[in-house]
């Protein structure tokens, strides 16, 4: 009996971690922003409720490329061959 309850808490746990981690930003941080005074100390949770998000992840809403790079700039194309097997 006490190793079906921690199988669930296991298989509960995995699954809402899977569920946290597949959500969509736009919704997980209205969800962290609600579940913050539950865990005030939880790092990740404040992280995840303050982050105003961007194109790759970071807050900077680039992704690579410098901001000096005039937009209006054409960039090269570069096409590789697959070598065959």
């Known amino acids: 009996m006490l190793q079906h309850l921690i199988v669930a808490l296991i298989v509960g746990g995995a699954g809402l971690y899977a569920a946290w981690t597949l959500l969509p930003a736009a ?12 865990a005030p100390n939880a790092t990740w949770l404040r992280k995840a409720a303050g982050s105003a998000g961007g194109g790759c992840g970071g807050g900077d809403g680039c992704c690579g490329c410098s901001s000096s790079s005039d937009p209006a700039q054409p960039k090269p194309v570069t096409l590789h061959r697959m070598p065959r097997h």
């Open 27 to 38: 919704l997980r941080r209205p969800l962290a922003r609600k579940l913050l005074p539950l």
